[in-house]
Protein backbone atom coordinates (compact mmCIF):
# COMPACT_ATOMS: atom_id res chain seq x y z
CA UNK A 1 0.00 0.00 0.00
CA UNK A 2 1.22 3.17 -1.13
CA UNK A 3 1.75 6.41 1.21
CA UNK A 4 -1.38 7.95 -0.62
CA UNK A 5 -3.61 5.43 -0.15
CA UNK A 6 -2.81 4.91 3.80
CA UNK A 7 -3.23 8.75 3.57
CA UNK A 8 -6.82 9.06 1.89
CA UNK A 9 -7.95 6.48 4.17
CA UNK A 10 -6.88 7.52 7.40
CA UNK A 11 -8.37 10.83 6.11
CA UNK A 12 -11.31 9.16 4.73
CA UNK A 13 -11.65 7.31 8.53
CA UNK A 14 -11.52 10.30 10.40
CA UNK A 15 -13.97 12.42 8.53
CA UNK A 16 -16.72 9.34 8.71
CA UNK A 17 -15.90 9.36 12.70
CA UNK A 18 -16.63 13.18 12.65
CA UNK A 19 -19.86 13.00 10.93
CA UNK A 20 -20.80 10.17 13.50
CA UNK A 21 -19.58 12.51 16.25
CA UNK A 22 -21.78 15.38 15.03
CA UNK A 23 -25.30 13.32 14.03
CA UNK A 24 -27.58 12.77 16.52
CA UNK A 25 -30.61 10.36 17.14
CA UNK A 26 -33.62 9.70 14.57
CA UNK A 27 -36.58 11.40 16.82
CA UNK A 28 -38.82 8.52 18.13
CA UNK A 29 -41.68 9.95 15.78
CA UNK A 30 -39.72 9.21 12.77
CA UNK A 31 -38.78 5.72 13.96
CA UNK A 32 -42.21 5.24 14.30
CA UNK A 33 -42.43 5.14 10.29
CA UNK A 34 -40.26 2.44 9.98
CA UNK A 35 -42.19 -1.09 9.93
CA UNK A 36 -38.87 -3.12 10.68
CA UNK A 37 -38.67 -1.34 13.74
CA UNK A 38 -39.58 -1.63 17.67
CA UNK A 39 -42.75 0.09 17.14
CA UNK A 40 -45.00 -2.59 15.18
CA UNK A 41 -47.78 -4.05 16.40
CA UNK A 42 -47.65 -7.37 18.16
CA UNK A 43 -50.23 -9.43 16.40
CA UNK A 44 -49.03 -13.00 17.56
CA UNK A 45 -51.66 -14.21 19.89
CA UNK A 46 -54.94 -12.09 17.86
CA UNK A 47 -57.63 -14.46 17.21
CA UNK A 48 -58.95 -13.09 14.39
CA UNK A 49 -60.04 -9.68 12.30
CA UNK A 50 -63.59 -8.87 13.49
CA UNK A 51 -65.79 -8.09 10.55
CA UNK A 52 -68.94 -9.64 9.06
CA UNK A 53 -69.57 -12.39 7.07
CA UNK A 54 -69.27 -11.49 3.01
CA UNK A 55 -72.39 -9.79 1.84
CA UNK A 56 -74.27 -12.10 -0.52
CA UNK A 57 -77.23 -13.36 -2.09
CA UNK A 58 -78.87 -14.55 1.50
CA UNK A 59 -78.15 -11.25 2.88
CA UNK A 60 -79.42 -9.30 0.31
CA UNK A 61 -82.78 -10.64 -0.30
CA UNK A 62 -83.29 -12.86 3.04
CA UNK A 63 -81.80 -13.73 6.28
CA UNK A 64 -78.85 -16.56 7.36
CA UNK A 65 -78.88 -17.90 10.46
CA UNK A 66 -75.72 -17.97 12.84
CA UNK A 67 -75.07 -19.34 16.45
CA UNK A 68 -72.90 -17.91 19.17
CA UNK A 69 -70.51 -20.00 20.33
CA UNK A 70 -68.22 -18.76 22.11
CA UNK A 71 -67.49 -15.21 23.52
CA UNK A 72 -63.68 -14.70 23.32
CA UNK A 73 -60.98 -12.05 25.03
CA UNK A 74 -58.71 -11.00 21.81
CA UNK A 75 -55.26 -9.65 23.01
CA UNK A 76 -54.94 -6.07 22.61
CA UNK A 77 -58.37 -5.25 22.10
CA UNK A 78 -60.88 -4.43 24.35
CA UNK A 79 -64.23 -4.99 23.33
CA UNK A 80 -64.38 -9.04 23.31
CA UNK A 81 -65.50 -10.96 20.34
CA UNK A 82 -68.40 -13.25 19.46
CA UNK A 83 -67.39 -16.65 18.14
CA UNK A 84 -70.11 -16.98 15.68
CA UNK A 85 -70.89 -20.57 13.40
CA UNK A 86 -73.11 -19.68 10.44
CA UNK A 87 -73.92 -22.57 7.79
CA UNK A 88 -72.36 -22.46 4.23
CA UNK A 89 -75.36 -21.63 2.04
CA UNK A 90 -73.31 -23.05 -0.95
CA UNK A 91 -71.53 -25.92 0.44
CA UNK A 92 -71.70 -28.80 3.25
CA UNK A 93 -69.71 -27.29 5.43
CA UNK A 94 -69.77 -24.93 8.79
CA UNK A 95 -67.84 -21.11 8.36
CA UNK A 96 -66.88 -19.34 11.19
CA UNK A 97 -66.75 -15.84 11.87
CA UNK A 98 -65.54 -13.16 14.75
CA UNK A 99 -68.17 -10.30 15.51
CA UNK A 100 -67.30 -8.12 17.88
CA UNK A 101 -69.74 -8.77 21.04
CA UNK A 102 -72.55 -6.33 22.35
CA UNK A 103 -73.86 -5.98 25.58
CA UNK A 104 -76.45 -9.04 26.63
CA UNK A 105 -74.88 -11.32 23.78
CA UNK A 106 -74.40 -14.78 25.31
CA UNK A 107 -73.63 -18.33 23.98
CA UNK A 108 -76.21 -20.27 22.47
CA UNK A 109 -77.94 -16.98 20.77
CA UNK A 110 -79.19 -17.35 17.10
CA UNK A 111 -77.76 -14.64 15.58
CA UNK A 112 -79.57 -13.70 12.05
CA UNK A 113 -78.09 -11.12 9.47
CA UNK A 114 -80.03 -10.01 6.33
CA UNK A 115 -82.45 -7.37 5.11
CA UNK A 116 -85.52 -9.08 6.79
CA UNK A 117 -83.39 -10.15 9.95
CA UNK A 118 -85.71 -8.52 12.98
CA UNK A 119 -84.86 -5.69 15.06
CA UNK A 120 -83.05 -7.39 18.05
CA UNK A 121 -79.77 -6.99 20.12
CA UNK A 122 -77.20 -8.73 17.53
CA UNK A 123 -78.80 -9.27 14.39
CA UNK A 124 -76.89 -7.50 11.88
CA UNK A 125 -79.43 -5.34 8.54
CA UNK A 126 -78.64 -2.53 6.34
CA UNK A 127 -78.96 0.25 8.11
CA UNK A 128 -81.70 1.55 5.71
CA UNK A 129 -83.72 -1.19 7.19
CA UNK A 130 -83.38 -0.29 11.37
CA UNK A 131 -85.41 2.52 12.70
CA UNK A 132 -84.33 6.14 13.76
CA UNK A 133 -82.88 6.17 17.21
CA UNK A 134 -81.35 2.90 16.70
CA UNK A 135 -77.75 2.18 18.37
CA UNK A 136 -75.93 0.23 16.35
CA UNK A 137 -72.18 -1.26 16.16
CA UNK A 138 -69.49 -2.11 13.68
CA UNK A 139 -70.98 0.45 10.85
CA UNK A 140 -69.91 -0.37 7.40
CA UNK A 141 -68.29 2.90 5.58
CA UNK A 142 -69.49 0.94 2.29
CA UNK A 143 -71.45 -1.98 1.31
CA UNK A 144 -69.68 -4.81 2.11
CA UNK A 145 -66.24 -3.68 3.63
CA UNK A 146 -67.31 -5.68 6.82
CA UNK A 147 -67.52 -3.01 9.37
CA UNK A 148 -65.52 0.24 9.63
CA UNK A 149 -67.14 2.63 12.58
CA UNK A 150 -67.74 2.35 16.24
CA UNK A 151 -65.76 -0.69 16.82
CA UNK A 152 -64.74 0.77 20.98
CA UNK A 153 -65.73 -1.14 23.86
CA UNK A 154 -68.76 0.90 25.37
CA UNK A 155 -69.27 2.55 22.16
CA UNK A 156 -72.35 2.84 19.49
CA UNK A 157 -73.53 5.11 16.55
CA UNK A 158 -77.02 6.32 16.13
CA UNK A 159 -79.33 6.48 13.30
CA UNK A 160 -80.65 9.64 12.84
CA UNK A 161 -82.21 10.07 9.47
CA UNK A 162 -83.16 8.34 6.10
CA UNK A 163 -83.90 9.67 3.06
CA UNK A 164 -86.82 8.68 0.97
CA UNK A 165 -85.99 5.87 -1.21
CA UNK A 166 -83.38 4.39 1.64
CA UNK A 167 -80.39 5.33 -0.39
CA UNK A 168 -78.43 7.37 2.17
CA UNK A 169 -78.55 6.81 5.87
CA UNK A 170 -77.43 9.68 7.79
CA UNK A 171 -75.81 8.79 11.44
CA UNK A 172 -74.28 10.27 14.58
CA UNK A 173 -70.69 8.68 15.63
CA UNK A 174 -69.33 8.19 19.25
CA UNK A 175 -67.50 11.14 18.81
CA UNK A 176 -70.75 13.38 18.05
CA UNK A 177 -69.85 13.88 14.31
CA UNK A 178 -72.83 13.28 11.95
CA UNK A 179 -71.70 11.06 9.02
CA UNK A 180 -73.60 9.93 5.70
CA UNK A 181 -73.42 6.63 4.52
CA UNK A 182 -74.87 4.18 2.00
CA UNK A 183 -78.51 2.88 2.89
CA UNK A 184 -77.30 -0.72 2.22
CA UNK A 185 -74.36 -0.87 4.54
CA UNK A 186 -74.74 -3.18 7.40
CA UNK A 187 -74.76 -2.60 11.01
CA UNK A 188 -75.22 -4.78 14.18
CA UNK A 189 -78.25 -4.06 16.41
CA UNK A 190 -76.74 -3.03 20.16
CA UNK A 191 -73.93 -1.20 21.96
CA UNK A 192 -70.16 -2.84 22.51
CA UNK A 193 -69.57 -4.84 25.36
CA UNK A 194 -67.05 -4.14 28.05
CA UNK A 195 -67.96 -0.13 28.17
CA UNK A 196 -67.00 -0.71 31.91
CA UNK A 197 -63.22 -1.65 31.25
CA UNK A 198 -61.59 1.95 31.90
CA UNK A 199 -63.55 2.18 35.05
CA UNK A 200 -60.81 -0.19 36.75
CA UNK A 201 -58.10 2.19 38.41
CA UNK A 202 -54.64 0.62 36.95
CA UNK A 203 -53.35 0.53 40.59
CA UNK A 204 -49.37 -0.32 39.38
CA UNK A 205 -47.37 -0.05 36.78
CA UNK A 206 -47.41 -3.30 36.27
CA UNK A 207 -50.64 -3.27 34.64
CA UNK A 208 -50.04 -0.90 32.49
CA UNK A 209 -47.14 -3.06 31.00
CA UNK A 210 -49.05 -5.92 30.29
CA UNK A 211 -51.78 -3.56 28.72
CA UNK A 212 -49.52 -2.36 26.18
CA UNK A 213 -47.25 -4.90 25.90
CA UNK A 214 -49.62 -6.94 23.55
CA UNK A 215 -50.21 -3.96 21.37
CA UNK A 216 -47.19 -1.96 20.68
CA UNK A 217 -44.21 -0.08 21.80
CA UNK A 218 -46.08 3.11 23.56
CA UNK A 219 -45.44 2.66 26.92
CA UNK A 220 -43.29 3.89 28.75
CA UNK A 221 -43.18 7.39 27.03
CA UNK A 222 -39.83 9.22 27.87
CA UNK A 223 -40.59 13.57 27.61
CA UNK A 224 -37.99 14.89 25.56
CA UNK A 225 -37.23 17.64 27.72
CA UNK A 226 -35.23 15.03 30.06
CA UNK A 227 -33.39 13.54 27.26
CA UNK A 228 -30.02 14.82 25.85
CA UNK A 229 -29.64 17.35 23.30
CA UNK A 230 -27.89 14.49 20.80
CA UNK A 231 -30.98 12.63 22.15
CA UNK A 232 -34.17 14.93 20.73
CA UNK A 233 -34.30 18.54 19.71
CA UNK A 234 -36.34 19.44 23.02
CA UNK A 235 -32.92 17.67 25.25
CA UNK A 236 -30.27 19.90 27.22
CA UNK A 237 -30.19 22.83 28.99
CA UNK A 238 -30.24 24.01 32.37
CA UNK A 239 -34.19 23.31 33.36
CA UNK A 240 -36.89 21.05 31.66
CA UNK A 241 -37.99 23.60 28.71
CA UNK A 242 -38.03 23.42 25.36
CA UNK A 243 -37.23 26.61 24.35
CA UNK A 244 -38.60 26.85 20.99
CA UNK A 245 -42.02 26.68 19.45
CA UNK A 246 -43.42 23.10 19.77
CA UNK A 247 -45.21 23.49 16.17
CA UNK A 248 -44.20 21.95 12.87
CA UNK A 249 -43.78 24.58 10.23
CA UNK A 250 -46.38 24.45 7.20
CA UNK A 251 -42.90 24.26 5.17
CA UNK A 252 -41.05 21.72 6.93
CA UNK A 253 -39.77 19.10 4.83
CA UNK A 254 -41.34 15.17 4.72
CA UNK A 255 -39.56 13.68 7.83
CA UNK A 256 -39.54 16.42 9.91
CA UNK A 257 -43.45 17.37 9.29
CA UNK A 258 -44.75 15.06 12.09
CA UNK A 259 -47.24 16.45 15.54
CA UNK A 260 -48.70 19.93 15.76
CA UNK A 261 -48.35 21.46 11.91
CA UNK A 262 -49.03 24.90 11.43
CA UNK A 263 -51.31 24.96 14.63
CA UNK A 264 -52.48 28.46 15.25
CA UNK A 265 -52.70 27.45 19.11
CA UNK A 266 -52.17 24.59 21.45
CA UNK A 267 -53.11 22.95 24.41
CA UNK A 268 -56.98 22.47 25.97
CA UNK A 269 -59.79 24.52 25.04
CA UNK A 270 -61.03 26.01 27.78
CA UNK A 271 -63.74 28.19 28.54
CA UNK A 272 -67.55 27.98 27.12
CA UNK A 273 -68.45 29.67 24.02
CA UNK A 274 -70.34 32.51 23.46
CA UNK A 275 -74.16 31.50 23.51
CA UNK A 276 -74.43 34.11 20.65
CA UNK A 277 -72.63 32.46 18.50
CA UNK A 278 -74.50 28.86 19.15
CA UNK A 279 -77.60 30.71 17.88
CA UNK A 280 -75.72 32.21 14.61
Not at 26 to 44: A, D, E, L, T, Y
Not at 48 to 72: N, S
Not at 240 to 262: D, E, F, N, Y
Request: glycine share 12%; proline share 5%; charged share 25%.
Amino acid sequence: MCIRDRYQRRVHGESILNNKLRMGRVPRVQRKGNPKSIFKSHNFHRVAPARFRGLDYAERHGYIKGVVQAIVHDPGRGAPLAKVIFRDPYRYKNRTEYYIATEGMYTGQFIYCGVKAAIQTGNVLPVNAIPEGTAVVNVEQRPGDNGSFSRASGTYATVIGQTDDGQKTRIRLPSGARKTIDGMSRAMIGIVAAGARTEKPILKAGNNYHKYKVKRKIWPRVRGVTMNPVDHKYGGGNHQHIGRPSTTSRMAPAGQKVGLIAARRTGRVRGGRDDKNKEK
